[in-house]
């Protein structure tokens, strides 16, 4: 599971706090911590405060905070690398990590959200609604553009780029132009053994269909419109096809999530249909197969699309403005 910055920094702090290489009566400062681990203040100042509130360190009247509830002595010494050390790793946070803790919870709210329209995007009020970092934010409105979701139009405002009938058959249509075109050249590039994983995954959720959750069927849909079509091995395609994920993302936010899932399984026989044709290495047959199912695909999100316009209900969060 992913962590934020201010967990990550917790754990770091805590660790070397209850396994004594941060001694009692240490001074912590937010900018010499901030600089060690090559971060904003925010995240620090909040780690500190939560520390304080756990006992792990507590305030003196100096600046900063001291190691311990209640420590004999005062320390004043810079922290250090080795303060951090284990195993040889030097102190680090993993910023990928952190800014993929709020994915989801983002993605959810802009998908229904451009369903219903037009929205304009505050990154200001995003930072504070998530209570992170201006970097943390950057870094997911620049995922949400790359995938089609969000457009840039100011300094600290971007729109929510609206997903209408017309614009959700152009995308199907890009990705009938691209997605046969690359599992034709796929088809030689696939293990067995990831075939056999992919069908056997089907499988298993085709008999347990329907007590299943939405993660897998978004696991499922990325097996063959993301990990097997991008082993056509033509980064230029696939840079455009990242463009349409939107289509892909209609299904992991609304089925099981805020749309019951249908009676009948949506995709998984049809998916199976084209690894076997790669099994059988017939690349033309499964390129065709993959085009019956995206217009047969297009038809079924358009109705769930129109259903959530007319009667679904949304909660339009604080960082967003019709």
């Not at 056997?200 to 939405?214: C, E, Q, V």
Request: include cysteine; charged fraction near 25%.
């Amino acid at each position: 599971m992913t962590q934020t910055l201010r967990d990550q920094l917790y754990t770091a702090l805590k660790q070397g706090i209850v396994g004594k290489r941060l001694e009692p009566g240490l001074v912590l400062l937010e900018g010499n911590i901030a600089e060690l681990f090559g971060i904003s203040r925010s995240p620090v100042r909040q780690t500190l405060s939560r520390l304080h509130e756990e006992q792990y360190i507590c305030r003196f009247e100096g600046r900063g905070y001291l190691v311990g509830a209640s420590p004999s002595e005062i320390v004043r010494r810079s922290l250090c690398e080795r303060d951090f050390k284990q195993l040889g790793h030097a102190p680090k946070v993993d910023r990928t990590a952190s800014w993929r803790a709020h994915i989801d919870s983002v993605e959810h709210d802009i998908v229904l959200c451009s369903i219903k329209g037009a929205f304009e995007l505050n990154e200001l009020q995003l930072s504070k609604s998530l209570n992170v970092s201006r970097t943390v934010t950057h870094q997911i409105l620049l995922h949400l553009q790359s995938i089609g979701l969000v457009e840039k139009i100011k300094y600290n405002s971007w729109s929510v780029v609206p997903l209408d009938d017309k614009r959700l058959h152009n995308l199907y249509e890009a990705r009938r132009q691209l997605e046969p075109y690359m599992i034709a050249r796929a088809t030689n590039n696939i293990s067995e053994s990831a075939l056999n994983g992919y069908i056997a995954k089907l499988k298993h959720a085709a008999d347990s269909y329907p007590d299943i959750k939405g993660e897998l069927l978004d696991e499922l849909e990325n097996d063959l419109h993301h990990t097997a079509v991008s082993l056509g091995d033509n980064q230029e395609v696939m840079n455009m096809l990242q463009r349409t994920h939107p289509i892909l993302l209609i299904s992991k936010h609304l089925l099981g999530r805020v749309l019951k899932l249908p009676d009948q399984d949506p995709f998984f026989d049809e998916h199976l249909w084209i690894f076997e044709k790669i099994r059988l290495q017939q690349p033309h047959q499964a390129a065709k197969l993959l085009m019956v199912h995206l217009e047969r695909s297009e038809s079924k999100v358009l109705e769930r699309l129109i259903n959530f316009r007319e009667s679904g209900d949304i909660k339009i969060p604080l960082y967003l403005r019709g």
